[in-house]
């Protein structure tokens, strides 16, 4: 297991501080769990640090899909915010930011062109509305969705990636496969608890934190940022009176064998970004066929690969997982220190502490953790939102109408 300095010295560690701080003046009634919920309700989330400058980024609406897509893969990152560049100066920043651009929502692009109910030709005038726009789900289509993606190649990802089409259209155009319309921002007086609880039973993968004087962004807090800053608590007696519990003592893993999604080595690998965005799932294991060992991990972000180094798939008549994490591994290999390892799956064992994953996933950079038995079986999966889900719990009546406000997603909408 990875191994932490004893006091912490990040940004991060300050928020732990005061927590611990917080923690000494609490009623001695309460228990340990609502200890942690009133302190965590007492800090403002404008005290959570900023990322780092490398990874404030926002995409302009009229930003094409192929930029997009760069952008997002040259600084790491799932997600950024998208300005409308029709907006006025003096905006509200509800009327500056028209969503958020996700690789999910960029992977829901990519399984229309693969439908072969959806126009392909860069010509088509129709092209764009029905690819984009939701008219027609690539869910709705499993079976033919499959057999499109069984025989596609790597010379779709080569045309794709060349055509007038994916160069044309712009981020503003697949507004529809955008989480939230425009999305849900907390303002800097907001407490922290909320924040886990939007990041773990909300289910969202990143809150923004909107500075309502300056009508902007001032920061976007991710469910990783949030285990970095856990990371970096050791030590701390709140800290270590929660994370020196094994799994099994805080309910994990959550989601069992059986209820895990997965695709089998030899299925192909638009599949398993079908599964992600239909099951709504940030990755999932690739399996021996007739075996219950998997040989590694595809998550949505991967589809960077798919977009920026199609040359890779060139000589595969069809795109299996297996060939797919054989062709990124490879690439990376050769690329070395150009992108974050992928497709490597870490696991970790039923004995496990809450401290060791939080500091496993934290050292790793990942946002799942499989739980496999000595022979390599997995027996579980645990999420960065299980995590938090286990360090705090809603009050009752606690959000009252706070989402009243909140608009809905588009109705065509499958994100």
Known sequence: MVTMEESPRSPEAKVGLRVEDLWDVQEPQLSPDEKLNACFESIPVSAFPLPPSNQEVEIKSDTSLAEAVKLLAQHNILSAPVVDVDAPEDASWIDRYIGIVEFAGIVVWILHQSDPTSPRSPSSGSAISAAVNGITSAFEHEASGLESAMTTSGNFFEDLTSSQLYKDTKVRDIS????????????????????????????????????????????????????????????????????????????????????????????????????????????????????????????????????????????????????????????????????????????????????????????????????????????????????????????????????????????????
């Open 176 to 415: 529809g496969s955008f989480r939230w319309a425009p999305f849900l921002a907390l303002e800097r007086s907001n407490s922290f608890l909320t924040m886990l609880l939007l990041l773990s039973k909300y289910k969202m993968k990143s809150v923004p934190v909107v500075d309502l004087g300056a009508g902007r962004i001032q920061n976007i807090i991710t469910q990783s940022s949030v285990i970095h800053m856990l990371a970096e608590c050791v030590g701390l007696q709140w800290f270590e009176s929660w994370g020196t519990k094994k799994l099994s003592q805080v309910g994990l893993p959550m989601v069992t064998p059986n209820h895990i999604i997965k695709v089998y080595e030899d299925e192909p690998v638009l599949q398993a970004f079908k599964l992600m965005r239909k099951k709504r799932i940030g990755g999932l294991p690739v399996m021996e066929r007739g075996g219950s060992r998997a040989i590694g991990n595809i998550s949505l972000q991967d589809v960077q690969f798919l977009l920026t180094a199609p040359e890779i798939y060139h000589d595969y008549r069809s795109i299996t997982a297996k060939d797919f994490l054989t062709a990124v591994r490879s690439y990376l290999e050769k690329h070395e220190g150009t992108f974050p390892m992928s497709g490597e799956l870490i696991t970790c064992n039923k004995d496990c502490t809450i401290k060791e994953l939080i500091q496993l996933l934290d050292h790793e950079k990942i946002h799942r953790v499989y739980v496999a038995d000595s022979d390599g079986n997995l027996e579980g999966l645990i999420t960065l939102r299980d995590i938090i889900s286990r360090l705090v719990h809603e009050p009752r009546g606690y959000f009252g109408d706070f989402f009243d406000g909140v608009l809905p997603m588009p109705p065509n909408s499958r994100v």
